[in-house]
């Protein structure tokens, strides 16, 4: 199995980039939005909204470190990876009386940002990765979709899965401004003696159609967490090049990591496994080259995921691009 085009697989925050533009685009916020992290949120039961105890709580990865990240704009959030930011976009929330993308925004968006069906690419194998809307799940779970399933797919977990190049187009989208491309392999065919034969113009599949400006912010956002100080990957950064970037943690539950005492993949610490991944272009400024790592169980993406873009990266700008 080719698993860069033929796994699917939870994308985690890497997904971030995809809520950021849907919520800009349908305005449900802009650029001087901001929302407040102040600790894990309770979700009210919409049956018992006055029974605390009946609420669903939902954390973001901060908050198990003892830490809370206050109040937090779209380019903040993205370079911190803060859950509770996109909870709030992706859902919304209630007592705050904050209206959030919601389902058919979401699944609308992520299509447009090359997730679900195949990319195309000239390559044996590819397979898709289907997007999560309230009528699949009616129809597998006979169960209707919840503002708590807009809160997971909005950070790339619940329903959500995706192939890493849908994740690596999807990046490239955001590098270049919004024009979705169709991955290919070959570039031109030539004879034994250079001379061109055939040229394989790329293939533009759709341009997005978001606002002035929005794209610039969530650029902006992975520019940050490379580049600012609070960033989540600023040990991407390369001497002389402006990497931009967004990291991912994904958990996961599969046969292998199954606690048949708790009846899920939890440790003692409740605690899931985690898929590492790492999503970079580069220059920020005018974009030649977008990569995605991604490492199967391989825990934090600022850890695991970071190193291998990086040295992908480094070797392109000082050893492939000079010549």
């Known amino acids: 199995i080719n698993y860069a085009i033929g796994g699917r697989y939870p994308p985690g925050s890497t997904f971030k980039l995809v809520t950021s533009v849907a919520a800009l685009s349908e305005g ?45 704009n779209v380019v903040q959030a993205l370079a911190l990876s803060n859950d509770i930011f996109f909870y709030w976009i992706g859902g919304g929330y209630t007592p705050a009386k904050f209206r959030g993308l919601g389902q058919k925004a979401l699944s609308s968006w992520s299509e447009q940002l090359s997730y679900g069906a195949p990319t195309g690419i000239d390559l044996i194998g590819e397979i898709g990765a289907f997007v999560p809307t309230g009528q699949w799940k009616r129809q597998l779970y006979a169960e209707s979709w919840t503002t708590g399933d807009s809160y997971n797919m909005a950070i790339g977990q619940g329903y959500m899965l995706a192939t890493p190049l849908q994740v690596l187009v999807s990046t ?30 790329p293939h533009v599949v759709r341009q997005l159609a978001a606002p002035e400006g929005a794209i610039d912010l ?95 990266l480094e070797a392109y700008f000082r050893e492939i691009r000079p010549r």
């Open 28 to 72: 449900v916020i802009d650029e001087n939005t901001t929302v407040m992290d102040a600790g894990p949120i309770l979700l009210p039961n919409i049956f018992f909204p006055n029974d605390l105890s009946q609420a669903q709580r939902f954390v973001s990865w901060n908050h198990r470190l003892g830490i809370n990240h206050g109040p937090l």
């Open 172 to 201: 490239a989208t955001v590098a270049n401004g919004g024009t979705v491309y169709q991955p290919q392999v070959v570039y031109q065919l030539t004879d034994t003696v250079g001379r061109v034969q055939r040229d394989f113009t």
């Open 218 to 312: 969530v650029r902006q956002g992975m520019w940050a967490t490379v580049n600012a100080d609070f960033g989540t990957a600023t040990t991407s950064r390369i001497e002389g090049i402006t990497v931009a970037g967004k990291t991912g943690t994904a958990e996961f539950c599969d046969k292998e990591h199954y606690n048949p005492e708790k009846e899920d993949c939890l440790d003692e610490e409740d605690l899931r496994p985690s898929h590492a991944w790492y999503v970079a272009f580069a220059p920020y400024e005018n974009p030649e080259i977008a990569v995605v790592t991604f490492v199967y169980n391989g825990g934090e993406g600022s850890a695991t995921a970071i190193p291998v873009t990086k040295t992908i």
